[in-house]
């Protein structure tokens, strides 16, 4: 190879390997911790990322903490080949497990995708990163430890050794930085759904319960008492795109709102005002939906979803839903209802509200329940949303089946369920 005093240069791979072979163009960072790569030759069209690697101790443990990624990924089924591009932050709990937040663009289609995900880290710092993980797949690699932790992660889509896939792909993440300020804060990754607690970028959307965190926000602890909801409480208001939002709960620390319905556009503008007082902006995504179940933790599970039998008592592992009952989710971020409510007000008992979006469906373990009896606004509640849905009949019992949400514009794979013979 040779390099430049910018970082550029040029790297040759030899010719042994059928994959991976021939001259690149590279690009080296200052402090020679991370590569970038793209062939040179006439019509070639793949790129590659590195990282110099953690070391020879890594484990679970050594990964945990938010990383910003960014993700490009083929699909090269039969008769279709698309290309899609995706960001977002992923947050390692250092446990072997993770959650992904991002927006996938697809040519004029964008999705919202968050989901839990598993990994396995080998002490030579490679490892696997899946939904479910598969043995003997190595597809991704933790960077250069900084304070103790990895620096950055790289990873790939690939499939098993000799199996074959159509699709492909490859990530980059780097470490978030901690956001701290003076004055009345908003923390940059600091607005998140407030059921699901999905990391940022998890977008926001019409009538959705948003919980937004930073300092200096409020002079003293206040809760909304009646409906419709405030929209200034304890001196303190909050916009999003300009529109007032309504209020729930406020401190120095944590500002509850309800998005205001009506919302459009891809991006949403959030401010704080204490006292008169303006925070910093802070951008993150707007959705039609942004849905967000809520959920608890128990001795079998981080993630259990607030789900009720029929007679308003708490789906548990000691009292699991059965295929074919007809269960009660809670959740958030339905977006804009039918007919219109409005922010703040409780939603109405009679005629009840539907939420707009018709493509809403709802999966356990996989499996989509079919016609649900009710999907909209939980009625008497501002920014509570309700979905009524009986359990598939042929779904796989067990103490943590995963509960997903599909709209048109959003996937969320966060949560289970508990679900008997």
Known sequence: ?????????????????????????????????????????????????????????????????????????????????SFSAASGALRALGNGRLVISERLHQDTFLLDFTAVNSYAVNSDSTGNLAPVLTPGVNNIGLGVAVAGRPNSVVGAQIGAVNASSDQYGLFFGVRAPAFTGTGVFLSPDGVVNGASFAPAPNPACPGAIVSLFGSGLAPREGRASTLPLPTTLEGVSATVNGTAAALFFVSAGQVNIQVPFGLTGNTATVVVTNAGTRSNEVTLPLGRTCPGIF???????????????????????????????????????????????????????????????????ILFGGEPAINPAFIGGAPFFAGLNQINAVIPANVSTGTNVPVAISTGNAFTDLVDISIGN
């Open 1 to 81: 190879y040779t390099l430049a005093a910018d970082g550029s240069g040029t790297a040759s791979f030899g010719t042994a390997a059928t994959l991976f072979s021939g001259a690149r163009d590279v690009f080296v960072s200052q402090d020679g911790n991370y590569l970038l790569g793209m062939s040179t030759a006439a019509g070639g069209r793949d790129i590659f990322v590195a990282t110099k690697n953690f070391g020879a101790s890594a484990s679970n443990a050594s990964f945990d903490g938010r990383y910003w990624i960014a993700e490009l990924t083929v699909d090269g089924g039969p008769g279709l080949a």
């Open 295 to 361: 959920a608890y933790s128990d001795a079998q599970s981080p993630n259990r979803a607030i789900i009720l039998h029929a007679d308003f008592t708490l789906v548990t592992p000691t009292s699991p839903a059965r295929p074919g009952e007809t269960v009660i989710i809670y959740l958030t971020g339905l977006g804009d209802l039918t007919p219109a409510v409005a922010t703040g007000a409780g939603n109405p008992g009679n005629p009840l509200a539907t939420a707009a979006d018709r493509q809403i469906q």
